[in-house]
């Protein structure tokens, strides 16, 4: 099989990736065709590693050999022994992968490890999901000129009493988000943003740096409440088509209404409340996940 032409032995190596990467390293050792061959960006793009389900030996030889690899999950990485935790945890910031899907990165358990992944592939993430995001993380994220999909949670306790501000974008396609540097052509914004948890302040200047770009926007938030001590955002929001209309969203076409965490809904106020955003933001279509459960199934 050594003199299987490239594109016969790339079909061949595609299905032993798709059952077990560490495989897929291990016929890329057998001789410099074949690892030419198993290294190719072709064949790694389509591939998700993730921290578990794997032997840590074969976890960090998958890391150290991929070069090519575009998306990881490490959403269980702080559920294994310490041990093995710590050799995956230094295989990834060793890696020289240039990641463009990163999931699963939580914050508030090893946050310095959590920066410094962060840090390392922010020139390349397109797509990100980070859960309990602090200062520092949001930093981060607005220093990824490349990303159109990001996914993030808060309630930091920090950003609470000191809610971070996102810097407004520099006019111009392409230009960096917070540097005013030059970047690829490919740098136009978030594109896709779902937001739980985080402070007001923070999530109106998210929505503002990223105006003339965002495309599609899921908001955990809730309706209106009559109650004297009724608790505030993102619990109950009164004036969400105000708010969201003066972030000028130039390119808005979907908004998608998440009523998680104990927020406030109930049938009339939602309904009011979907009709206010499409007509404060027109050619915008508005559904709520509670009302269209099976939309979110």
């Given at each position: 099989?050594?003199?299987?032409?490239?594109?016969?032995?790339?079909?061949?190596?595609?299905?032993?990736?798709?059952?077990?990467?560490?495989?897929?390293?291990?016929?890329?050792?057998?001789?410099?065709?074949?690892?030419?061959?198993?290294?190719?960006?072709?064949?790694?793009?389509?591939?998700?590693?993730?921290?578990?389900?794997?032997?840590?030996?074969?976890?960090?030889?998958?890391?150290?050999?991929?070069?090519?690899?575009?998306?990881?999950?490490?959403?269980?990485?702080?559920?294994?022994?310490?041990?093995?935790?710590?050799?995956?945890?230094?295989?990834?910031?060793?890696?020289?992968?240039?990641?463009?899907?990163?999931?699963?990165?939580?914050?508030?358990?090893?946050?310095?490890?959590?920066?410094?992944?962060?840090?390392?592939?922010?020139?390349?993430?397109?797509?990100?999901?980070?859960?309990?995001?602090?200062?520092?993380?949001?930093?981060?994220?607005?220093?990824?000129?490349?990303?159109?999909?990001?996914?993030?949670?808060?309630?930091?306790?920090?950003?609470?009493?000191?809610?971070?501000?996102?810097?407004?974008?520099?006019?111009?396609?392409?230009?960096?988000?917070?540097?005013?540097?030059?970047?690829?052509g490919e740098d136009r914004g978030l594109e896709r943003l779902e937001v739980r948890g985080l402070p007001k302040e923070?999530?109106?200047?998210?929505?503002?740096?990223?105006?003339?770009?965002?495309?599609?926007l899921t908001l955990n938030v809730g309706t209106p409440s009559d109650q004297h001590n009724a608790p505030g955002w993102?619990?109950?929001?009164?004036?969400?088509?105000?708010?969201?209309?003066?972030?000028?969203?130039?390119?808005l076409k979907e908004i998608t209404l998440t009523r998680y965490g104990g927020c406030f809904h109930s049938d009339t106020?939602?309904?009011?409340?979907?009709?206010?955003?499409?007509?404060?933001?027109?050619?915008?279509?508005?559904?709520?996940?509670?009302?269209?459960?099976?939309?979110?199934?």
């Open positions: 099989m050594a003199t299987l032409p490239d594109l016969a032995l790339l079909r061949v190596f595609e299905y032993v990736a798709a059952d077990n990467l560490d495989d897929l390293v291990s016929a890329g050792q057998v001789c410099r065709h074949w690892r030419r061959v198993a290294a190719s960006e072709q064949l790694w793009r389509r591939r998700r590693l993730k921290c578990h389900g794997m032997a840590t030996e074969a976890f960090t030889r998958v890391v150290s050999f991929a070069p090519r690899l575009h998306s990881l999950d490490v959403c269980w990485i702080n559920q294994i022994s310490p041990e093995d935790r710590v050799i995956r945890k230094r295989a990834l910031l060793a890696s020289r992968s240039k990641l463009r899907r990163l999931t699963g990165v939580m914050c508030h358990r090893d946050s310095d490890w959590t920066h410094g992944l962060l840090a390392l592939h922010a020139e390349h993430l397109r797509e990100l999901e980070v859960s309990t995001a602090d200062r520092e993380a949001l930093q981060a994220v607005g220093n990824m000129p490349l990303l159109h999909a990001l996914h993030v949670s808060g309630w930091d306790p920090g950003l609470e009493k000191d809610p971070y501000i996102y810097p407004a974008r520099p006019d111009g396609p392409n230009r960096g988000p917070n540097t005013g540097t030059r970047v690829t923070t999530t109106v200047s998210m929505l503002r740096a990223n105006r003339r770009s965002l495309r599609k993102p619990k109950t929001c009164s004036d969400l088509a105000q708010l969201l209309q003066a972030c000028g969203l130039q390119n106020d939602c309904m009011k409340q979907r009709k206010s955003l499409e007509q404060h933001l027109e050619c915008c279509n508005v559904q709520c996940s509670d009302c269209n459960p099976f939309s979110f199934a």
